[in-house]
């Protein structure tokens, strides 16, 4: 119920619209990695999945961002299910990629910024590792990029207060890894994905 | 609300008129089978019946609820705008108050009735405020543009299509309480005479009158929907507080300026390389695309009524 209002709440704001320009809505497991400019970012991603599809995809987000203060803690925990991850200190216990493997489980799909952190470039930075090893332990699920469009204008790096500018999530075809591929050549591959979406948003 | 019996009629002329248009693109698919120009002429039918539904319910509801409808019709236009325009991160606050301040104010301000304050509203104090507010982050790259960008949205989207609803307000010699429906023909003719256009434009349209903006708008269309539109402007002058012949002009200057109006915003979609504005009204296109031709006629139309009908 209040996923169902969230998110339509967000898709009205943000007027963010899924273009599915390289592949299609499915509940098969997938991995959605993007760029990443905008506290909105996973929101957005989650509510731009037709309900079905949403109910079992989970951002990974920092954990020191979303267990600050009771609604954010509410919001992660009961309304996006939040796979929260240390992204300061990782240790044995918390190590991020054995959380996302544990949150993939058999059925769900993740929302992941392999950039880590915020940027507010034209271009994504560089991806870290994370992407690569979740490719490797699990070669079943679909790794899709997705470009997200003006959300750093809807809602920038350091601003509390958010503008109506019209959105986009644009959903790519889904890259796999190579057998021989290294870590960086398919961390290359993958960044480069992301940003061949904006060139067809560009274009469109 | 109003209860005023020759608006009922224009109401159901307009409802008529769209029961006929749905029949017709019915049985056109039926004869011919769908393709993609009749797909758009059908969707853009239904987006129709939706749009009259909320103006006619607005208006009917009364003046409240017109400058209510107005003002999320600014919002939606100028957030088409926006998107369209590359502002940077130094214009984030002022786009905030452009968005929740400025505009909600400019049609509070109008709902008001102080006039001397709302026609200076936005192109003296929003002008001069929003430069500021942006050189307050610091960013100079680009300055004039970015700041000129964002005021002409303001002008166009949300002070000159506020002009409408400002109808309402006006003082009309021998026009009492008639002022609804003189906004409903006025909106009428323009919105007939983009239809319009349409229509002799798809049928005889040969000739583009600035093909490298538009090749869609033709001479052909363009004088048929300006000719059909002003005779129905003039054919429904009863309504409106002029006579025959000055309904005529009226309905005249009001289509030559729809017609202004759709060409200038054109152009901004063809330099931005995007053929509508926004999604939101299907087959339509974006609100934006659907009152381009109401932001400059309604300015002229309510000053020409201001000055030639009010004391």
Known sequence: MIAGLLSFGVRLFTGATAAWSGCQPSTRQRLYFANHTSNLDAVVIWASLPSEIRERTRPVAARDYWTAGPVRRYLAHRVFHAVLIERKKPTVRDNPLEQMVDALGTTDSLILFPEGTRNSGPEPGTFKGGLFHLARRRPDVELVPVYLENMNRILPKGEMLAVPILGRVRFGVPVVLEPEETREDFLIRCRAAVIALHGESEAS | ?311
């Not at chain 2, 909320?54 to 107005?70: D, I, K, Q, R, Y």
């Not at chain 2, 002799?200 to 929907?225: A, D, F, I, Q, Y």
């Open chain 2, 1 to 311: 609300m109003i209860t005023d019996l020759q608006l009922r009629w224009m109401a159901g002329g307009v409802l008529a008129l769209l029961t006929v248009s749905s029949a017709i693109g019915w049985l056109l698919v039926r004869l011919r089978g769908e393709n993609a120009t009749l797909r758009n002429l059908n969707a853009r039918v239904r987006a129709w019946w939706v749009m009259v539904a909320v103006f006619g319910g607005a208006v009917w509801s009364g003046e409240t609820a017109t400058l209510l409808l107005f003002t999320l019709i600014s919002f939606l236009a100028l957030r088409e705008f926006v998107t369209l325009t590359p502002t940077r991160r130094g214009d984030h606050r002022s786009l905030f108050w452009v968005f929740f301040v400025i505009t909600p104010l400019n049609y509070w301000i109008l709902g008001t009735g102080w006039y001397g304050f709302w026609i200076i509203f936005i192109p003296v104090y929003a002008f001069l405020f929003i430069p500021l507010r942006s050189v307050l982050a610091g960013d100079c790259e680009r300055f004039l543009e970015r700041t000129a960008k964002v005021q002409w949205g303001l002008m166009i989207c949300v002070y000159c299509v506020s002009h409408a609803p400002a109808l309402l307000q006006l003082d009309i010699r021998g026009y009492a309480g008639q002022n609804a429906k003189l906004l409903f023909w006025f909106v009428l003719v323009v919105q007939m005479s983009d239809v319009l256009q349409y229509v002799w434009g798809k049928t005889l349209g040969r000739h583009p009158v600035v093909p490298t903006v538009s090749p869609n708008k033709t001479v052909e269309g363009l004088v048929g929907g300006l000719l059909s539109a002003t005779a129905l402007g003039a054919l429904l002058w009863r309504v409106t507080p002029f006579g025959p012949l000055e309904a005529a002009g009226m309905a005249l200057a009001v289509t030559a300026l729809g017609f202004a109006g759709g060409l200038v915003m054109s152009a901004i979609k063809r330099d931005r390389g995007v053929k509508d504005y926004g999604s939101l009204i299907e087959g339509h296109g974006g609100v934006m695309d659907r009152i381009d031709s109401l932001c400059y006629s309604a300015p002229i139309f309510f000053h020409l009524v201001r000055y030639y009908h009010t004391d």
